[in-house]
């Protein structure tokens, strides 16, 4: 027996829900638009709208030596400008060459990035 097809909404519903969505995402949101709406301590000054906004990257590896290069060379190619890139990368405990993969690399790449922090950590604390 075939399963029951729900009933389609009518069309203007339809046509009245996506006007709404499209209204809503042009306005940005259902975010505060004035600043008494906004939260105390928010930023004075926002970002440019046609700057992009600044990411943070944690890379955590362990005995990740085969696979350091290939998601390495990935970070490298991503195509967001990597002056808007935060590197935060840590790694303990390896017994392959993790730790001297990820040193070099950072710090051949650390000028091109906004900000690069380096967690190594050879012995258990």
């Known amino acids: ?23 809503l995402w042009a306005r940005g949101g259902c975010g505060a638009d004035s600043p008494a709406e906004q939260p105390e301590g928010a930023a004075r000054f926002p970002e440019s709208p046609r700057q992009e906004p600044t990411v943070l990257i944690a890379l955590l590896a362990r005995n990740a030596a085969h696979a350091l290069p290939r998601c390495l060379g990935c970070l490298e190619r991503l195509r967001y400008p990597k ?4 590197i935060w990368a840590a790694t303990d ?5 993790t730790t001297e993969i990820l040193r070099e ?3 051949n790449v650390q000028k ?3 900000y690069v922090e380096w967690r190594p950590m050879d012995e258990p604390q």
Not at 2 to 7: G, K, M, N
Request: net charge positive; proline share 8%.
């Open 105 to 107: 690399w950072l710090k």
């Open 83 to 86: 002056s808007r890139l935060a």
């Open 1 to 23: 027996m075939a399963a029951a097809a729900r009933p389609a909404l009518p069309a203007r519903p339809r046509l009245l829900l996506l006007l709404l969505l499209s209204a």
């Open 112 to 114: 091109l990035y906004h």
């Open 93 to 97: 405990h390896n017994v392959d060459n």
